[in-house]
């Protein structure tokens, strides 16, 4: 009797503890993005999506009591982007809207009856004359007119005559980019890219005239001026015509940087990049505004692969040619800005944390980096403020969310529901295994709760996207990942192991793994990695050999697709979100003249590196899962895949959502597909 109860009890406990995990409440907490700081670091603003609701807070030092300067409340689909203080700090400014696709058509998948395209927005750091200022976006503020593109040319608006309207700056060919005012605020710099070559221009707004004072064959970004408007520092890069995307690129002609004197327009090379390894300029990590920081005692801080990492170097401008390496160690730098006062660098890194990230700080002059957060908590986007540094954090157990990274204090706790069930959920577990070519790859092992030796458990093998992403041990800094790995945690909490797998051409690496060889269109290598994840768990006594499944959405899209064309008989169903099926195809969306037939060779590998390839021995069942205004990933990559299924006579349903994007803008879009691809698994897998 005293068992039957004592068993009882144990049961009554697993539901109340785990009964609370829904894909609802564990994507219920508000998740931030742009968090930013006006110069002179007395407010920070910030988005929050709270269950597709987009609205923007702005809180003050030293407390950081947030004012929702937004009043948005329902799942529109509108995103909240580009947030930017004026030099002075006393007004912010935002983009609100989406983006178009080919055919000019602003993304609308909530169905609105209105116009959905982005408009730029003005508010006092107050929160008051909340007011739309004009059709655009990469808008960059003065203190009383802003600069912004519309349409690929530069436009001006007033900030504070609301009568007036918007005129354009000025004219010149090309798509404008990267508008940078010099600090005195007399002279706006832009990049303008003419598809084969990008120029750095000049706009003087006295004499209201354009120059482009360094042309070349090559490709300027990035321009950083000097504190005293007189000089600029680009970035160019050596023009590679031949170079395709999603293939290994190691090295090439070496970039550099350019400096420029501006009222004399005489600009030389600063510095070159050396021959090999870091030749080639990987612009995604780190994120920052600019890749380019101009410090104090006119030290240039930039990042640089030399050694194979995605480091921070520092160069004297003016009396040095040797760079310093500033942050040493087996790891990437992913975001980095200035201190308050230009002599040190913050940014955030897995340096001596692989599968994490934390803030960390070192002076331009040189010396030991400090760690500013450690433990078992992600930190990421520091900014500046009054009262120290503002982050993100997340841990394994709750999403990111604003903090006073001295104390670790949370900004805005009220804001959090108390719904969320982290006590309900897991801490996963680094494991390593090799691939099935040898090499060694990482990635997070999910147990369910109340986990029992002895008993085989269904498991998933969960395929990031990107492929330039790394999954970590904890919930992600990416929207779209901080979604899949809450839903990780989901399938978890429904009795399933899951393995997050960190395949080579991801990033956290180093640049090697990164520019994997082979990876992608030109033999699709990390495929190795999968069926290693899928030998691996067949290995291990908890796991059901007859009851792996996959599921990733993009790039892990891709991978489902081939894990289930070529080894049926190791994986016995998946999600397949958005994949990419026949690299042709997908290489026109990234690259307008891509033509299979001037290629015969390449394309020939990279339709071997296909899922459409492989159709004949595909065997195990498949969700498909597409929005039909996909950017990214042609919607024509599920249709013509399930076309060849439907040849094979293999079993696959479909969720359809109409005018959905990429990385789904709407919440219900996520729930529903998430909801969906859990009645899979559990139809085919239990």
Same mark, same amino acid.
């Given at each position: 009797?005293?068992q039957t109860f004592a068993l009882l009890a144990t049961l009554i406990t697993f539901h109340i503890t785990y009964g609370q995990v829904t894909i609802e409440n564990l994507l219920s907490v508000p998740f931030p993005t742009e968090l930013k700081s006006s ?5 920070? &603003? ?28 329902? *799942? ?59 059709? !655009? ?7 009383? %007119? ?5 349409? !690929? ?15 354009? +700056? ?13 600090? *005195? ?18 706009? *003087? ?25 007189? #000089? ?59 890749? +380019? ?57 897995? %340096? ?19 760690? +500013? ?27 990111? #969310? ?13 804001? /959090? ?7 309900? @959920? ?6 390593? /295994? ?11 092992? /999910? +147990?369910?709760? $109340? ?11 969960? %395929? ?27 399938? &978890? ?57 996959? #599921?990733?959405?993009?790039? $892990?899209?891709? @991978? ?13 169903? $998946? ?28 394309? &020939? ?53 109409? *005018? ?9 879009? #996520?729930?529903? $597909? ?13």
């Open positions: 009797m005293k110069p002179d670091g007395k407010h920070i &603003a910030w988005v929050f999506n709270d269950k597709g609701a987009r609205n923007v807070f702005i809180a003050d030092a030293p407390d950081f009591i947030p004012r929702k300067v937004t009043n948005h409340s329902k *799942d529109d689909g509108l995103d909240i982007t580009s947030l930017a203080f004026t030099p002075d700090g006393n007004r912010l400014l935002f983009t609100e809207g989406n983006t178009t696709n080919g055919a000019g058509e602003a993304a609308n998948p909530a169905l609105l009856q209105e116009k959905t395209g982005q408009f730029i927005w003005v508010v006092n750091v107050d929160g008051s004359g909340l007011r739309k200022i004009v059709s !655009g976006d990469n808008s960059s503020p003065g203190n009383d %007119i802003v600069a912004f593109i519309s349409k !690929g040319k530069v436009w001006q608006a007033s900030l504070t005559d609301t009568a007036k309207a918007a005129t354009q +700056l000025f004219e010149a060919r090309g798509n404008i980019e990267d508008l940078r005012w010099s600090p *005195d605020g007399k002279r706006l710099a832009f990049i303008s890219n003419r598809r084969d070559h990008a120029f750095l221009g000049i706009f *003087d707004v006295t004499n209201k005239s354009v120059t482009y004072p360094d042309p070349s064959v090559d490709v300027d970004k990035q321009p950083v001026w000097s504190p005293d408007s007189k #000089w600029l520092a680009y970035i160019r890069i050596p023009n590679r015509k031949d170079v395709l995307p999603f293939t290994e690129l190691r090295k090439g002609s070496p970039w550099s940087i350019r400096l420029l004197e501006v009222d004399k327009e005489q600009a030389k090379t600063l510095w070159k990049a050396a021959e090999g390894t870091g030749s080639i300029l990987y612009t995604a990590i780190p994120a920052a505004d600019n890749l +380019l920081l101009w410090a104090a005692d006119n030290q240039l801080v930039f990042p640089w692969e030399k050694d194979g990492w995605q480091h921070l170097y520092a160069l004297d401008i003016f009396s040095a040619a040797t760079p310093r390496l500033l942050t040493p160690g087996e790891g990437e730098v992913e975001n980095m800005l200035l201190s308050a006062n230009g002599k040190s660098v913050v940014y955030n890194t897995n %340096i001596n944390d692989s599968h994490r990230r934390h803030i960390w700080q070192v002076a331009v002059a040189g010396g030991n980096p400090v760690q +500013l957060s450690k433990g078992t908590g992600i930190e990421w986007s520091p900014v500046n403020t009054q009262a120290g540094i503002v982050a993100i954090q997340s841990t394994a157990t709750t999403p990111g #969310w604003p903090i006073k990274l001295n104390g670790m204090e949370k900004i805005a706790p009220a804001l /959090f529901p108390s719904s969320f069930p982290a006590a309900s @959920l897991v801490t996963p577990e680094l494991v390593s /295994f090799p691939a099935k070519d040898g090499m060694l790859i990482h990635g997070q092992l /999910f +147990l369910p709760p $109340g986990y029992q030796k002895g008993s085989k458990y269904p498991t998933l093998v969960f %395929i990031h996207g990107g492929s330039r992403r790394q999954m970590i041990l904890g919930f992600h800094y990416m929207g779209y990942y901080n979604n899949d790995y809450a839903m990780n945690q989901y399938y &978890a909490s429904k009795g399933y192991i899951v393995l997050a797998v960190n395949y080579r051409s991801g990033i956290g690496y180093g640049m090697q793994f990164r520019e994997a060889l082979h990876y992608g269109a030109n033999g699709a290598s990390e495929y190795n990695d999968i069926i290693g994840a899928g030998l691996y768990l067949r290995s291990r006594p908890d796991v059901n050999s007859k009851r792996i499944g996959l #599921w990733g959405g993009s790039y $892990g899209g891709f @991978l489902t697709a081939m894990g289930l064309a070529r080894n049926s008989d190791i994986f016995a169903c $998946g999600v397949d979100i958005h994949g990419v099926h026949n690299w042709n195809d997908e290489m026109k969306n990234w690259l307008a003249d891509y033509d299979p037939s001037t290629r015969a060779a390449f394309a &020939a590998t990279a339709l071997a590196s296909s899922p459409v390839s492989f159709t004949k021995g595909w065997k195990s069942p498949v969700l498909f899962i597409h929005g039909d205004d996909d950017r990214n990933v042609p919607f024509s990559e599920t249709v013509h895949l399930v076309e060849k299924l439907r040849e094979q006579k293999v079993y696959w349903e479909e969720l359809i959502i109409p *005018d959905e994007i990429h990385d789904f803008l709407l919440y219900k879009s #996520w729930v529903k $597909g998430y909801y969906r691809a859990a009645d899979f698994f559990d139809r085919m897998m239990k």
